[in-house]
């Protein structure tokens, strides 16, 4: 480093590092089984009978589309985004490869196996490795699934959700929609009428599941809304951890993602849902990325229920998640805990909401948000405590770090109780990278990039404790791509 | 749609028959602007409360009282009734108004002090208007806010403060506005304009008292501009009656070095929203929020404020504490606002919240919106009771559960009256206090 003139080196060191690219940008070239652009009650009716669904589904995807038909977009989040329009929307896509579905990962197509190797997840070392099953999702349908067998022995279901809607209609029947209902909110209403597929899990009472299940989602042909559809269902006593990762191809166009996950926690059961999403978030300029406009619900339906929510959120253009808990039943526990980073052009709008109805239930909120280029980043989180909700607790801690001058950061807590036995805790900061921790670091040696990686990650530390360890790995590396000299 | 109609109906006949006695010897330019602000109001109609920032408080309460204009002051008032609303315990410069009417016979004039112009709106109107023009300007208005426009359009009277560059006042400003009992619950909207020059000092006191059985309509507005290193401190006592409705508004800018202090006691009133917000326009100017609200039976108050850094070296610090008992709802909203270019700004913001009753609901919502990265901003809140340990510690010391709890909550409100500077002020406010705790 030239002593003389620290500031402009930096400068320069800035703009070479800022442009660091998506490094998971590429299309696999695969044949695919795609519905043409539009939206109406045929094409509802045509994926599900491409699917083989029973009747009820059919008619609970109606009642959701004639639903949708009466509402508005929503325009509360702290976004902007251009118009997107619903009927230039394709439904449905399906690799033709599943015409004769693999039954091992021998049989799945080479390309498949080829592009999760370029994303650092083959398939079959992952799941020798690292003891994890995995359902994945390759644009809307599940191609390979491992360890289904030693799943099977324990009696834990994990499985597609197409494959669920056939095979354990009745249990789909009496949890889809429990937590969140075909009506409640414009993109899980669309998501409840055009869904293709997602993950099933259904862990009978008092197994402990073995396994960390995962599933990698991918979007891939272009032009391809995806809608998927996770339902995980924790019987008394039974503990699963689940987690979810993403990347996607660079594409110019923006892509509509609507996905809608529900968890449902029975007495002393345990659901750990961990996300890792790194879609593609628009070049330098702002150009494409995905529109991630999830809605993710947990409920902890017995007493002495617990679902945390781990959430690393280094993609897409615009991020819109709420990841929730209903602490239904007594000494239920919710928890949540993110890092979301908006780099470039990026806006993340998301948070928590944490509604205590059981007495003696606890809910912790941990939230990092992190800005850089031209960011925006929010943190919205609404804590409820009703009436009867005796002895509630909630702590939350919500950190802002900013690394430029044209990013944003903003908090906007919502607290709500109506029991004076409760006791709710909100704290917040906001501030950018200490020029004294960086001057530290400097002066015992370590490269200004380096710093600020262990800076980060030291801000960052409380969310990542949290993940499970091989994806606690990942999100470090992607957290380090993602902001690669973004610092000045 | 004839629900609105129905809303604005008492409103639009009070314009109608109030208008000829406001127009008369009024400049042209006056009576269009209460006409266009009545006709924004009428437009916009009462805020719904899918308006973000009326989320926690439906105006149907209000809508359905029908307030009709306040009356001339009567002739006759118990002055034993208002004498806690003064400050006695120093000499001070007092105006007094009667459901929103200038009541010169009660004022207590200090001397007169060259560089300080305290009057009435209402008289500074009659005799000069054009002088006040420049405070009607578009940009001193929320022009979305339908509370200010109807303020606006009934514009009548207030007061008007002045004070030179250089000024330094020893004495403080009061003004006291009374509601009294009248034959039909009645609205006023009394204006405030101070504006104080460069370097000038100021302590200002304003008090809303309201007597037994007044149910009327406060819906205050108050203008407050600071010039480069001008310093003021601003304490609001709101003690209006169990059956008064009270909306308040107060819009400061500041400019360079300017210090604006203010403390809001929220202590009485049956539905209250106060809105207090600031602009600190140019670097190292400062503002402090202190704020107090105690709710109990039936009562809502909803408190909003707002901080706009909008230069560099800004500094901001609040403070708001909410005592919430009875079958009562509170409502805080604070907002810290860093523009684009306010680097080095510093701002800070909590709000504590006792709730002590089962049919009590406190909602609260600090917020932060930052758009420049060499900040440092944090904002805290907390919801909860009293300390059990302390609690404890009191009655194993003999107190009865009654003082203890008593002694914990006095501590807990003097955090916030710790932070009034000027002596006679923080006195006058303990005072308030008292009163009204000891009435609970």
Not at chain 1, 260 to 271: F, N, P, S, Y
Request: hydrophobic share 40%.
């Amino acid at each position: 480093m030239n002593e003389a003139a620290p500031a402009v080196t930096q400068a320069s060191d800035v703009e070479n590092l800022v442009r660091g690219e998506y490094r998971h940008g590429f299309v696999t070239d695969i044949e695919a089984d795609t519905v043409a652009p539009g939206l109406n009650e045929d094409v509802i009716r045509l994926i599900s009978a491409k699917k083989y669904e029973p009747q009820f589904m059919l008619e609970w995807r109606l009642k959701a589309f004639r639903h949708w038909l009466t509402l508005q977009e929503p325009h509360w989040a702290h976004v902007r985004h251009a118009p997107i329009d619903y009927q230039s929307i394709s439904y449905y896509s399906a690799p033709k490869s599943k015409q004769n579905a693999p039954r091992s990962l021998d049989e799945v197509d080479p390309k498949l196996l080829e592009t999760y190797e370029k994303l650092g997840v083959p398939l079959h070392e992952r799941a020798k490795l690292a003891g994890v099953a995995v359902d994945a999702v390759f644009d809307s349908v599940s191609v390979a699934t491992t360890f289904r067998k030693k799943l099977a022995e324990a009696g834990i279901i994990f499985c597609a959700f197409s494959e669920a809607v056939k095979s354990y209609p009745e249990l789909v029947e009496k949890y889809l929609g429990s937590v969140v209902p075909y009506s409640d909110n414009f993109f899980a209403t669309l998501n409840s009428a055009v869904f293709t597929d997602g993950s099933f899990v259904f862990v009978p009472k008092g197994v402990r599941c073995p396994l960390e299940l995962s599933t990698y989602f991918r979007i891939n042909a272009a032009n391809t809304g995806q809608f998927e559809r996770t339902l995980i269902i924790a019987e008394e006593d039974a503990h699963v951890s689940y987690l979810e990762g993403c990347t996607a191809p660079m594409r110019d166009e923006n892509q509509l993602h609507a996905a809608v996950v529900e968890l449902i926690a029975l007495e002393g059961a345990q659901i750990k849902y961990s996300t890792v999403q790194n879609w593609y978030p628009g070049d330098a300029n702002g150009v494409g990325g995905i529109y991630n406009f999830v809605t993710k619900r947990g409920e902890c339906r017995g007493a002495d229920s617990r679902i945390s929510w781990t959430q690393v959120e280094t993609g897409s253009a615009i991020t819109w998640k709420y990841p929730s808990v209903l602490l239904r039943g007594d000494n239920s526990i919710g928890e949540f805990y993110s890092v979301a980073v908006a780099n470039h052009y990026q806006q993340a709008d998301t948070g928590t909401k944490m509604i205590h109805i059981g007495r003696n239930t606890r809910s912790t909120i941990v939230s990092k948000g992190i800005s850089a280029g031209h960011g925006q980043n929010s943190y919205r989180g609404l804590v409820k405590v009703l009436a009867k909700a005796e002895n509630a607790r909630n702590y939350t801690q919500c950190d802002s770090l900013l690394m430029s001058d044209r990013c944003g950061a903003h908090t906007f807590p919502y607290m709500e109780v109506k029991n004076p036995t409760a006791k709710v805790e909100h704290e917040a900061t906001t501030s950018k990278i200490s020029d004294d921790q960086l001057f530290y670091c400097r002066s015992r040696g370590v490269a200004t990039e380096d710093a600020v990686n262990m800076i980060v990650s030291g801000f960052c530390k409380d969310v990542f404790k949290e993940l499970p360890m091989e994806f606690a790995v990942e999100a470090q590396r992607l957290l380090a791509v993602t902001l690669e000299g973004a610092v000045g | 749609m004839n629900a609105v109609s129905a809303a604005i109906r008492p409103y639009a006949e009070g314009f109608k028959s109030l208008e000829p006695v406001l127009t008369r010897s009024a400049p042209a330019w006056l009576t269009a602007l209460r006409r266009e602000a009545f006709a924004r109001f009428a437009n916009h109609g009462f805020p719904g409360e899918r308006e973000e920032d009326w989320k926690y408080t439906s105006t149907r309460p209000l809508e359905k009282r029908g307030f009709v204009p306040s009356l001339i002051a009567p002739g006759t008032i118990d002055v034993d009734a208002i004498e806690p609303a003064f400050l006695r315990e120093i000499p001070a410069h007092t105006l007094v108004f009667i459901n929103g009417q200038h009541a010169p016979a009660l004022d207590t004039a200090g001397s007169d002090i060259a560089g300080l112009r305290i009057a009435s709106l209402g008289k500074a109107l009659q005799q000069a208007a054009d002088k006040l023009q420049a405070y009607f300007a578009p940009a001193s208005a929320w022009s979305d806010d339908p509370f200010t426009a109807l303020n606006t359009a009934f514009l009548r009277d207030g007061a008007v403060i002045e004070i030179d560059d250089g000024m330094r006042l020893e004495q403080p400003l009061q003004l006291i506005f009374l509601s009294t009992k009248q034959a039909q619950p009645g609205a006023c909207h009394p204006r405030i304009l101070v504006r104080l020059g460069r370097h000038a000092h100021a302590t200002l006191l304003e008090t809303y008292h309201g007597l037994e059985a007044a149910a009327n309509l406060t819906n205050g507005y108050a203008q407050i501009h600071l010039g480069e290193n001008a310093q003021l401190e601003h304490l609001r006592v709101q003690r209006e009656s169990a059956q008064d409705f009270h909306v308040n508004r107060v819009r400061v800018t500041q400019q360079h070095g300017s210090r604006y202090v203010s403390h809001t006691l929220n202590l009485g009133g049956l539905w209250v929203r106060t809105d207090l917000n600031t602009r600190l326009e140019a670097p190292e100017a400062e503002a402090v929020f202190n704020g107090l609200y105690w709710t109990d039976q039936g009562r809502h108050v909803d408190n909003h404020t707002r901080i706009d850094h909008l230069a560099p070296r800004t500094r901001s610090d609040e403070l708001y504490r909410g005592i919430i008992g009875g079958h009562s709802h509170a409502v805080f909203n604070g907002k810290v606002v860093v523009a684009k270019h306010a680097m080095k700004t510093d701002a800070a913001q909590i709000n504590n919240n006792l709730l002590l009753s089962r049919q009590a609901e406190i909602d609260t919502k600090p917020e932060l919106e930052i758009y420049a990265d060499d900040v440092q901003c944090s904002h805290g809140a907390s919801i909860g009771q009293l300390d059990e340990q302390a609690l404890f510690y009191l009655r194993s010391r003999g107190l009865d559960p009654e003082t203890a709890r008593g002694l914990l909550i006095d501590a807990f409100a003097h955090a916030v009256l710790d932070r009034i500077a000027t002596p006679a002020l923080q006195t006058f406010a303990r005072r308030q206090l008292a009163a009204v705790m000891g009435a609970s």
